[in-house]
């Protein structure tokens, strides 16, 4: 809840990209160094920092989405990623075991890339059909 709001307000003061490269950055830091350190006191720390960054980098994230969508399409946009959000959050774990398994390690990877990279072209397509005029 605090790492919400925090980031709310960074988003609000320092922009949602700037939020973002920051709370990724320090995502990655502060997990790193929960990996050496372990379960000690500091560890839970560390933890407790690194959840946070990764909520910051969430709402770094929406309100980077509110940004790039043209407003008659931004409800419509919200609501694609929070389905696709839960949906895959659900079903992820159990694809990317039988991925692991069936096809090596790096298989759930690929699959989130390709996955990313046909969002990407959605959203390209999305931003190009709301420039054309209607009629």
Do not use: C
Request: hydrophobic share 55%.
């Amino acid at each position: 809840m605090v790492a919400s709001l925090l980031g709310g307000h960074s988003a609000s003061r320092f922009g949602g990209r700037n939020l973002l490269i920051v709370a990724s950055l320090g995502h990655v830091v502060t997990m790193i160094f929960w990996a050496f350190v372990g379960t000690s006191p500091l560890g839970l720390a560390l933890f407790v920092i690194t959840n946070m960054g990764l909520q910051m980098a969430i709402i770094a994230h929406q309100t980077l989405l509110t940004q790039l969508t043209p407003r008659a399409s931004r409800g419509a946009i919200v609501g694609l990623f929070g389905t696709v959000t839960g949906v895959i959050g659900g079903v992820a774990p159990t694809v990317g075991a039988y991925l692991r398994d069936d096809f090596g390690s790096t298989a759930p990877f690929w699959i989130a890339l390709i996955a990313g990279l046909d969002m990407a072209v959605f959203l390209q397509k999305l931003a190009i059909s709301e420039d054309l005029p209607r009629g």
